[in-house]
DNA sequence: GTGAAAGCGCTAACAC
DNA sequence: GTGTTAGCGCTTTCAC
């Protein structure tokens, strides 16, 4: 070769492996730059079974869930020269199977399963994979490990916090019934709440936040002087519905989203508080373990509820308080 | 092997290559069936120097235009048995160098830049590099082939759609003048108002929606019947903004967006008719670009504009009139 | 028609 | 210390 050694020489001066003079490591490690060698990570892979590669399944087609999720993947294996192959599956059985067939030919390291809800699970069988398989916001098998939001901590900590500013009267507007998570968040909203809890179910839009509102503000009842939404639509639906009505956010009345996409938290005027699910670091997590799977490292199964973060912005006033 | 004929056979039958007896080949595919087999893509791209694998590159954090991209890449690539490796870069030259070359070393066939604006450039050079590139909705080099949307195209739709429909006076309230887009959008408008032409810039935010309007309506100044917006977050704002101050839409005024961004078009009240770029077309179009190439024909260079689609909703009224 | 042999680019084991 | 050899799983001549 160039720098006037085998290959085998190179190779093992390249990787810092076996034993050789210093100087001629050296002088192979510069030639190599000077070339713009880089070795062919299929031919590497071929030896190693491993490919440096996973790949990331989602039925999420508007990557609300996926891409920040996508966002902490990346960045977690970029490190580890892993790249990943994201594949949008449309809830299609047969695209999943072509989708994880064709990662497998590929020798993907493993694979992470995402979705865009915690109690469904993608139209495919990941059950018994020759690569470790991770699932991240979305259900899998029970012997497998799971990464979710802690959304029970996460509602705590807004109701706690309107409770916090001295509101009174609070009602929960959420989504469909139908939802987990949906559930979670009203039990933990329940459970602060007590007595008066009163929860209304509707659509994850802002249109429905509108309708709550003129429900809440409509008949001859007490008005509530704080509301968590189930999500961020309805909760800029509410606000906006409130300011319609000439009601004060957060003057009035407080308002809380969950979900913080930035792109509804930020528009809404006032700019929304509102629980951030911390997808990102969720991806962290999820890219890390299915890493560290694929190198032989056994991980316990089960679920792991990471973190919410209440995102104070301008809707509950009182951030003097915090 | 299971079938009882030498690796070679097996590979040839399966591949549909070299000359053997059809009962043979036969066999040994109902082998490979029942065995499961899968041919394994890392020893087969080290001979073929094909890895059936192409990286999409982008900076567009929010995933607002590569998504839909992506979703078009896939579609038309996943029957070529090719996958695509999403890379997030954020404007960061040395995050970008080492996920291409991550790309590079794992041999893909090709790399498809993409971004948020089609004048402005990835933070890596991609002009040398051994396999084809293509640019989707971000700029390239001169000999490069680039794809992006008609938007002067899309504009004229939008505005002769107002004018069809009746509309007197139209101005055009779009984002910062820094910004390509923005002047081609505004010189189709232009060109089809002519004289009467009023472009009002800001930006790319439902707040700048909001100030507009009340400039627009705050004056002396004669009212326009027609808005045609730079992006559909600054449709939203203006449609709020005048229904705030009881202006009709689509009765008294007319409100065009642009982008089609499912989450703010159709949250809109009513749900706002915008100018969609077909994000997920120019994506297919991109993919079997690069795998054209990869594959060794010649392309082109230059640029492509794809033609953009107005999406009727509910903000310009006249859908009869369509 | 079928199989044996060579080789893709690399790394691991073993000579020298 | 360094080079030679073998082999990862496949495809491709080329004998038979």
Same mark, same amino acid.
């Given at each position: 070769?160039?720098?006037? @050694?085998?290959?085998?020489?190179?190779?093992?001066?390249?990787?810092?492996? #076996?034993?050789?003079?210093?100087?001629?490591?050296?002088?192979?490690?510069?030639?190599?730059?000077?070339?713009?060698?880089?070795?062919?990570?299929?031919?590497?892979?071929?030896?190693?079974?491993?490919?440096?590669?996973?790949?990331?399944?989602?039925? &999420?087609?508007? =990557?609300?869930?996926?891409?920040?999720?996508?966002? =902490?993947?990346?960045?977690?294996?970029?490190?580890?020269? @892993?790249? $990943?192959?994201?594949?949008?599956?449309?809830?299609?059985?047969?695209? *999943?199977?072509? /989708?994880?067939?064709?990662?497998?030919?590929?020798?993907?390291?493993?694979?992470?399963?995402? =979705?865009?809800?915690?109690?469904?699970?993608?139209?495919?069988?990941? !059950? /018994?994979?020759?690569?470790?398989?991770?699932?991240?916001?979305? &259900?899998?098998? %029970? %012997?497998?490990?799971?990464?979710?939001?802690?959304?029970?901590?996460?509602?705590?900590?807004?109701?706690?916090?309107?409770?916090?500013?001295?509101?009174?009267?609070?009602?929960?507007?959420?989504?469909?019934?139908?939802?987990?998570?949906?559930?979670?968040?009203?039990?933990?909203?329940?459970?602060?709440? #007590?007595?008066?809890?009163?929860?209304?179910?509707?659509?994850?839009? +802002?249109?429905?936040? /509108?309708?709550? $509102?003129?429900?809440?503000?409509?008949?001859?009842?007490?008005?509530?002087?704080?509301?968590?939404? =189930?999500? &961020?639509?309805?909760?800029?639906?509410?606000?906006?519905?409130?300011?319609?009505?000439?009601?004060?956010?957060? !003057?009035?009345?407080? $308002?809380? #989203?969950?979900?913080?996409?930035?792109?509804?938290?930020?528009?809404?005027?006032?700019?929304?508080?509102?629980? %951030?699910?911390?997808?990102k670091t969720l991806g962290k997590e999820a890219g890390l373990t299915v890493l560290?799977? *694929? +190198?032989?490292?056994?991980?316990?199964?089960?679920?792991?509820?990471?973190?919410?973060?209440?995102?104070?912005?301008?809707?509950? #006033?009182?951030?003097?308080? !915090?």
């Open positions: 070769m160039a720098a006037g @050694v085998s290959v085998a020489t190179a190779s093992k001066a390249l990787n810092d492996t #076996g034993r050789m003079a210093p100087e001629t490591r050296e002088r192979v490690k510069r030639a190599a730059i000077e070339l713009g060698f880089r070795p062919n990570a299929m031919a590497r892979g071929l030896l190693s079974k491993r490919s440096f590669t996973i790949g990331l399944l989602t039925n &999420d087609t508007y =990557g609300r869930f996926t891409l920040p999720l996508m966002a =902490g993947i990346s960045e977690a294996l970029v490190d580890h020269g @892993v790249s $990943v192959f994201l594949c949008t599956i449309e809830d299609d059985p047969a695209l *999943a199977k072509i /989708h994880v067939d064709a990662m497998l030919d590929k020798q993907v390291d493993g694979i992470i399963a995402s =979705g865009k809800r915690i109690d469904r699970r993608l139209p495919v069988d990941l !059950g /018994h994979l020759a690569v470790p398989v991770v699932y991240a916001f979305t &259900d899998g098998p %029970d %012997d497998s490990v799971r990464f979710v939001s802690d959304d029970a901590q996460g509602s705590r900590e807004a109701v706690q916090w309107m409770v916090g500013l001295g509101r009174q009267s609070i009602v929960h507007v959420t989504g469909p019934t139908t939802f987990a998570s949906v559930k979670v968040r009203a039990d933990a909203y329940s459970e602060i709440i #007590g007595a008066g809890a009163e929860i209304l179910h509707g659509k994850w839009s +802002e249109a429905w936040g /509108h309708e709550a $509102v003129a429900q809440l503000w409509g008949g001859d009842r007490p008005r509530p002087d704080g509301i968590f939404c =189930g999500n &961020d639509q309805i909760a800029r639906g509410v606000v906006d519905a409130l300011r319609e009505r000439g009601v004060g956010v957060p !003057g009035d009345v407080s $308002v809380v #989203g969950f979900d913080n996409w930035e792109i509804v938290a930020a528009a809404t005027r006032p700019p929304l508080t509102s629980v %951030d699910m911390n997808l560290a799977m *694929a +190198e032989g490292k056994s991980v316990e199964p089960g679920i792991r509820k990471l973190p919410c973060q209440l995102v104070v912005r301008q809707t509950c #006033g009182g951030v003097e308080a !915090g």
